[in-house]
């Protein structure tokens, strides 16, 4: 069974840090392109980064260009969100996803359930 379990969200001030960690069992996901999304409570899930499978290329959403940085250890079938300068509009649920290179991020066969991030100002 194909499983993403993401962690490391939790309660932090504005301008503090938090380490986001989503770890994939259950198949190898080295050659996935894999992604984090957010859902705010009453709004659409939105598109935060993504990494190819080499890691050579990242994408990210205007919001969190030059706070977030995204990375993968494919060794250990993990990918991380690091964010910096947290501003309480990034407070959501934050989830992975992983998706062959071929398909659009709506067709991504695999999600994790989310981590839940809280930012006080």
């Known amino acids: 069974q194909v499983q993403l379990v993401e962690s490391g969200g939790g309660l932090v001030q504005a301008g503090g840090s938090l380490r986001l960690s989503c770890a994939a069992s259950?198949?190898?996901?080295?050659?996935?392109?894999l992604g984090w999304f957010r859902q705010a409570p009453g709004k659409e899930r939105e598109f935060v980064a993504s990494?190819?499978?080499?890691?050579?290329?990242?994408s990210y959403a205007d919001s969190v260009k030059g706070r977030f940085t995204i990375s993968r250890d494919n060794a250990k079938n993990t990918v991380y969100l690091q964010m910096n300068s947290l501003k309480p509009e990034d407070t959501a649920y934050y989830s992975c996803?992983?998706?062959?290179?071929?398909?659009?991020?709506?067709?991504?066969?695999?999600w994790g359930q989310g981590t839940r991030v809280t930012v006080s100002s």
């Open positions: 259950g198949r190898t996901f080295s050659s996935y392109v």
């Open positions: 996803a992983a998706r062959r290179s071929t398909l659009m991020w709506e067709s991504a066969p695999y």
């Open positions: 990494i190819s499978w080499s890691g050579g290329s990242t």
